[in-house]
């Protein structure tokens, strides 16, 4: 017989923070303050699996119920850069899968997406069988591919430095000290406005719309003291931010955003090294720098920039469905060149009506 599962409520179960305490491969993505601000915002259902009956939970696989109008299901989780089964035992992975698999025929989910950081937890063609019939589940297959950064805080911070690009990361920040730019961090209201405005600027510039306002608030919020807003401005005219959240002795980089028009400054590499220095104080040992899409070559280069060391990070899904590249045809053109021109107001009602669909 499979290990048998149990479904538990990660924001009203006591043990799950407990869980998140002791696993080493728990992140800010995994706590309250994150899946809590996905409820509150977007009305996604958080739950967890967990082959523990009783007494402190030695598992846990996260996911949210995302239902909308046009499609529901189940992923871990949503707008996560990454997700990793709490899980070390391969026949519990097996156990959970198993569960999600027949959850997803019974109820009909189009689909379930699992976002694992790392290939080594058990997702293996050989592991043990999910039920007592012997019969394993469809195994999840990829799809979906991106670069994962990180970066290592450990060292002293003179090789932080010196392991930055020498003429586009350590120029920059050197650019940016002499332009007398100033940096303040913190997660009041005036800051996490300050950061929405650049946002817009940036997804406007981008052709796209913003995430919801109310979805970093939320954050602001859910997260407390582990959600940061790192503020570049010149005199006194907020120029970039970046947003940052943080986990035992890691910092995760989740959202930046800039002002086009004062690029040459130099204020995102001057962000990044503040951010840095300010987390290394607070005893932080990485910097998590998220993933980037392999069609944003830019985006990767500039965490290659910062030293940070690249790995690959694959999402997996029932039913398979191969990712294609996203291809610039006529309708992905018309946004581009209409967006820029929105109102600020309907620009962020098209975010809020677009997101909660895309999680």
Known sequence: MGAAVHVVDPLADPRWDGLLARHPRASVF????????????????????????????????????????????????PFSDHCDPL??????????????KAQQERERWRSV??????????????????????ARPSWPA???????????????????????????????V??????????????????????YGLLRLTRRRHGLPPQPRAWFRNLATSLGDQLAVHLASKDGQPIAAILTLGF?????????????AFHRLGAMPFLFWRAIQDARSKGIIEMDLGRSDLGQPGLAAFKDHL?????????????????????????SRLARSV????????LDWSGRMLYRHLG
């Open 339 to 346: 967006v820029p021109l929105l109102p600020d107001a309907v």
């Open 87 to 100: 899980v070390d035992r391969p026949e519990d992975v097996s156990a959970m899968l198993g569960f999600l």
């Open 30 to 77: 995994h706590t309250r303050g994150w899946l809590d601000a996905l409820k509150r915002t977007y009305g996604y259902e958080p739950f967890a699996l967990t082959t523990t009956s009783e007494g402190a939970l030695e598992n846990g696989l996260a996911l949210c119920r995302v239902k909308t109008p046009f499609a529901r299901r189940l992923v871990s989780l």
């Open 142 to 172: 990829e799809s979906a591919r991106y670069v994962h950064h990180a970066l290592d805080l450990a060292r002293p911070a003179e090789q932080v430095f010196a392991g930055f690009h020498p003429s586009h990361t350590q120029r920059a």
């Open 113 to 134: 997406e699992l976002r694992p950081r790392q290939a080594a937890w058990g997702l293996a063609a050989e592991a043990p069988a999910a039920g007592g019939d012997g």
């Open 248 to 260: 035992k002795r890691t910092i995760v980089y989740k959202y930046g955003a800039s002002d086009a």
């Open 174 to 195: 050197r650019r940016a000290e002499r332009e007398g730019l100033t940096y303040e961090a913190g997660n009041s209201e005036p800051l996490v406005s300050a950061f």
């Open 307 to 331: 030293g940070a060391e690249r790995a690959a990070l694959a999402y997996c899904a029932w039913p398979v469905r191969r990712a294609r590249p996203p291809q610039p045809g006529a309708l």
